[in-house]
């Protein structure tokens, strides 16, 4: 009885040892491929800690795009022209394709999509501030491709060099189609700011209520901001909440004025000691009330969630079903 207990303690004793040796091998691989800027990819090592700093990044960032497909989703039907009816139609089907290929790189770090999921039906997933404030009118439209599709480009461009491989390659195709998203939305404004006064005035009223909301995309200010260090040392995200922030103002400050319209903010100008643009001071209270979840929206977005979740219920049957029965046919040829 005690051999057996002792060659049961060997046995643990060595398999511990050849984990140790492992995970040594793995971190010093690990810690090459970053100071290489390189990449990691799903089955190389990887510490728990950047795991799961991916797995928090990227499901927010999954769970951003299928919520944001709502504000502009409830315009389709109330679109001005056919044209613009489909342009609306494919970027919000866009949003929906961004989301898939987002869930699809987090199954790669071992977190299934229902999961995910289900988190975000539950209220206990994060997804952007920016989606829990209402459209109200067309204009929303174009100030929603503009500041908010323009701040997810500012966001995501350096993401595209983001040291995880299915994240970063995810990351340069919804580049090119935020860029498209962000073009149809500055032509509504364009159209609108050329339009009736009436029309301006609505360009200008959607503009003023984006604009805030807009620049806390990029996070809480650097000072505020637990993960920004940590994800910049591993080479996810590669500047900070408010450089980028800062840039994003630089780049809209140029384009407003071809719009003809004004950014809400009298206090912005460009630092020429330190480079950079700086703006107006943001209400970060609300920022923290809509993470919170009480932004205006917030209840809205989760209950329109839950519903098509529920509604669906058919079509995920139907194709667990379908898969099932192709599997089985696949079995039987190769029998
Ligand atoms: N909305 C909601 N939550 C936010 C937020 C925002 N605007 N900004 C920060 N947070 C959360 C963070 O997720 C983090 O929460 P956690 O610790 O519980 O996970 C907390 O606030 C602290 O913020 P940090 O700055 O420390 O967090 P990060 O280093 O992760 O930086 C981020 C925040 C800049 C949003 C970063 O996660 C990021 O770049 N994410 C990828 C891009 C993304 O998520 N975009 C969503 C925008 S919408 C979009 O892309 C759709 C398009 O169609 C418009």
Redesign the pocket.
Known sequence: MEANAQRDADSQARDSQAKDRQDADGQANFDRVIKEDSRIEPKDWMPDAYRKTLL??IS??AH??II?MQPEANWISRAPSLKRKAILMAKVQD?AG?GLYLYSAAETLGQSRDKMTADLIAGKA??????NYPALTWADMGAIGWL??G??IC??VP?CRASYGPYGRAMVRVCKE?SF?QRQGFEILLELAHGTPEQKQMAQDAVNRWYAPAL?????PDDD????RQ?MAWNI?RFS?DELRSRFVGMMVEQVRVLGLTLPDSEIRFNEDTKKWEHGPLDWNE?HE??AGRGPCNAQRLERRREAHDDGAWVREAAAAYAAKQSLKTKEYAA
Do not use: C, T, W
């Open positions: 928090r990044q927010q960032h951003s795009e944001g949003e961004h994060r997804y952007s501030s920016i989606f908010v599709d701040a997810a966001n995501q993401l935020e998203h806390m995309m990029f996070g809480p901001s637990p993960n920004s994800s995200k909440n920022f809509v993470l």
